[in-house]
Nanobody
Framework: VQLVESGGDLVQPGGSLRLSCAAS????????MGWWRQAPGKQRELVAS???????NYADSVKGRFTISRDIVKNTVYLQMNSLKPEDTAVYYC???????????????WGQGTQVTVSS
């Protein structure tokens, strides 16, 4: 299973970005997809996750600014980031909880990360 992220960029404070992450390979089902981030010198933290289509979870620091969504058919998750702040600067990692075949265990897979820099 491979996860490929895109959409990271340099943006000014107050700007917007949309991250995408597409999963491919041997996939029977994906229960949860989401985004974590890691800033220099800090621990990786959960930004947002989505289980199914409607069950979402957000870090307090991004509530009201970020929106996670998902295309079940395309095995793709999106993160719409608005009102970006310098403290949102980090490498953003996509993850997916994947079941590769019916009755199999669920395993977590990670993307390589995409850089988001918020700076004037």
């Amino acid at each position: 299973v491979q996860l490929v992220e895109s959409g990271g960029d340099l943006v000014q404070p107050g700007g917007s970005l949309r991250l995408s992450c597409a999963a491919s390979g041997r996939i029977f089902s994906i229960s949860t997809m989401g985004w974590w981030r890691q800033a220099p010198g800090k621990q990786r933290e959960l930004v947002a996750s989505i289980t199914g289509i409607y069950l979402t979870n957000y870090a307090d620091s991004v509530k009201g600014r970020f929106t996670i969504s998902r295309d079940i058919v395309k095995n793709t998750v999106y993160l719409q980031m608005n009102s970006l702040k310098p403290e949102d600067t980090a490498v953003y990692y996509c993850y997916a909880a994947v079941r590769e075949y019916r009755g199999g265990n669920e395993n977590d897979y990670w993307g390589q990360g995409t850089q988001v820099t918020v700076s004037s």
